[in-house]
Structure formats: C-alpha cells, structure tokens
C-alpha cells in the first residue's frame, strides 16, 4: 500500500464523525523487516530535511499530538524523530495547568513554547485540550475564571476554536508550519492496550485508575474530538486523522506527512555570495600558514 496522505487529511469545514474514521488500514509495510526498512528511510530524509530548516532559518515547524489514552503518542515522537538533532528539535507536554497558568487566557501556556525559526517543536498534548478535556468535564472551566462564561456552551466553543484558528493563522502568516495529528485508536485496542499495561510489571507505571475513569467518557470524547476537528482543521494548520490501532503504519503515515510538508518548503542551503567567498579563503589563508 503506498501512502495517500490525503486520504487522512480532515478538509476545512468539514463535517467530522470520529467514530467513521477507521482506526485500523492496510498496512504500508509487507513485515517487520520492511516496516524498519520504511522507517529508516523516513527518518534519515528527516534528518537532512532538519538540517535544512536549520540552515535555511526561514521557517519554523510545529507539530501537534493530540489522542486518547494509550494511543501511542510517544512512541510515534520517539520512532519518528528518533533521527533528528536534539539541537533543532523541543518536545514539551501538557498536564493539568498549575496555579499560575489558570491566571492566564488558555493559550498562554503553550504559546511560551512555540518553536522559533529554524526548529521543530512538538506538543504532546497543546492548547487543543481546552476545547477537549474541558468540554468533556466543564467542571474544569470553573478554575479559570472566566469573566464573562457564555452562558450558551455552543458560544464557548466556538470563541475558543476562532481564538485558536486566528493564532495559527497569524503563525503561517509568520513563518510557522503547524501540523495537527489526531491518532485514532479503537476503543477495543485501548482495552488491549491496558491490559498489557498491567501485566507487563515495566509498563505498570503507564496506568492508573484515572485512565478508566476517563475511558467511561469514550462517547463525550469522541464527540468533543469530531466539534474539534471540523472546526480547526484549515488549509494553514490541517488536522490529520491518523488510524492508530496499528502502531508502526500509524508512525510510517505520520512520519511521510512531515516528510511532505518539509520537503514542499522548497528549502536551500544559503548561497554562498563573491564576498562570503573571499573571507572564507582569507580564512582558509591563516588556517594554512
């Protein structure tokens, strides 16, 4: 199967049912064997894909994970990026906001880390669980401190995604390439998923009793992500819906569509211009004496 990266693109304005997105698609690769073989190659053109942003220092690049529990986020970051400079390249991740993040509007936590020109930068988890998690348990809402909280939810939501749209936009507008990727898991493989949690002792520290209290909400989530989708996904910033229940092709489609938009930058090297060229060989000339 070759990768049509399209076929995971959600179209602006589109109207996204989750749950009729497939978790699970032919596999790209034929066995194990051919998956590294794959990944391998992805990885190392990333790596001089990375080299260019560096060089070039025109574009930054933003990539954004969002899932549900045990979908595999972080052995997509580690698989994929496993090949790029640490230098060029910042993971952060999000958790429940502290004290002094509440006192703030709700994208100023991650807006600290966006990447600057010439780096890639990852959220695990973003701004985006503001229009998830929250909507999920609007209880949460209550510790913000909202001045003046619509009253009608549909009013809420619909501020936050304009709020979250404009800023991505202003970011294309300014050099950075944001890609969105939703990894799509079955709530079946989730189950399979936590039950190897529990009985592999070195992947106990994964799971807690929170993770099945927040599986009782599968609908309300799959819900919220479907809102979410249809009402962020722009031609600027697009969300992909990438089918999860298999873990190396959801690594193999995830690292090509990063590999497609680096390589549509068109990036170059920086010319080497007549008067760059004479200092270099009056360099060269002390180097040499």
């Known amino acids: 199967m070759k990768i049509d990266t399209k076929d995971f693109r959600v179209r602006e304005n589109d109207a996204v049912d ?19 073989e794959l ?19 025109r574009y930054a690049v933003l990539l954004i994970f969002q899932a549900m529990d045990a979908a595999g986020k972080d052995g997509v970051i580690s698989h994929v990026m496993s090949g790029v400079n640490p230098q060029g390249c910042q993971v952060f991740s999000f958790k429940h906001p502290s004290a002094a993040e509440l006192q703030h509007d709700f994208l100023w936590r991650t807006t600290r880390d966006l990447p600057e020109r010439g780096r890639i930068g990852i959220f695990n988890r973003s701004y ?22 619509p009253a009608d939810d549909k009013a809420l939501w619909h501020s936050r995604y304009r709020s979250i749209v404009d800023l991505e936009q202003h970011l294309h507008s300014n050099g950075t390439r944001i890609i969105k990727f939703f990894l799509h898991l079955s709530k079946e493989e989730q189950r399979k998923r936590f039950l190897q949690r529990i009985d592999e002792p070195e992947k106990n520290w994964k799971f807690s009793q929170a993770d099945i209290e927040e599986r009782k909400y599968w609908k309300d989530y799959m819900n919220a ?34 590999l497609e938009t680096l390589k549509s930058l068109k990036m170059a090297y920086p010319e080497t211009d007549e008067a760059r060229r004479r200092e270099l060989q009056a360099i060269r000339k002390q180097l040499t004496e």
């Not at 989750?18 to 590294?36: G, L, N, R």
């Not at 249809?230 to 090509?256: C, F, H, M």
Request: proline share 6%; aromatic share 8%; net charge negative.
């Open 39 to 57: 990944l391998t190659e992805h990885v190392a053109q990333l790596s001089a894909q990375q080299h260019l942003l560096y060089a070039s220092n």
């Open 225 to 258: 992500y479907g809102k979410c989708l249809g009402a962020t996904s722009t031609d600027e910033a697009p969300w992909y819906v990438v089918p999860a229940d298999d873990k190396e092709n959801a690594r193999l489609i995830v690292s090509q569509i990063i």
């Open 128 to 149: 985006y669980e503001e229009v998830l998690i929250t909507r999920v348990h609007p209880e949460i809402l209550r510790n913000e401190a909202l001045p003046d909280q």
């Open 18 to 36: 989750v749950e009729k997105w497939p978790t699970k698609v032919a596999p790209v690769y034929t066995s194990k064997a051919h998956y590294h």
